[in-house]
């Protein structure tokens, strides 16, 4: 098993910054790639960003990309997720989630664990 703990969300204004972390227990790390995942209100969970276990690979929405920077410290067990220049349609609660798909992935029902979720909203 592994648990992951989710923070940092809150409200911030459009074009604010907030970096969400992950904090991840229970089996070894360095055997997961992590993902950052988002669920609006009405709407289905979706992707976000991954990196691998090594931090080699990184992939994005697009629509995140070159705002968002996904980043993992294996000695401390945490995954993050920098996000800047933040829209108000970035408004959603947010996961993180583990895959022992090492490369790491963009579909969901390749994640085995995931978070509670934390709050992010952009007011405009």
């Known amino acids: 098993q592994v648990q992951l703990v989710e923070s940092g969300g809150g409200l911030v204004q459009a074009g604010g910054s907030l970096r969400l972390s992950c904090a991840a227990s229970?089996?070894?790390?360095?055997?997961?790639?992590m993902g950052w995942f988002r669920q609006a209100p009405g709407k289905d969970r979706m992707f976000v960003a991954s990196?691998?276990?090594?931090?080699?690979?990184?992939y994005y929405k697009d629509s995140v990309e070159g705002r968002f920077t996904i980043s993992r410290d294996n000695a401390k067990s945490t995954v993050y997720l920098q996000m800047n220049n933040l829209k108000p349609e970035d408004t959603a609660v947010y996961y993180c989630?583990?895959?022992?798909?090492?490369?790491?992935?963009?579909?969901?029902?390749?994640?085995?664990?995931w978070g509670q979720g934390t709050q992010v909203t952009v007011s405009s």
């Open positions: 989630a583990a895959t022992g798909l090492r490369v790491g992935s963009r579909y969901d029902d390749d994640y085995e664990y």
């Open positions: 229970g089996r070894p790390f360095i055997n997961y790639a």
């Open positions: 990196i691998s276990w090594n931090s080699g690979n990184t």
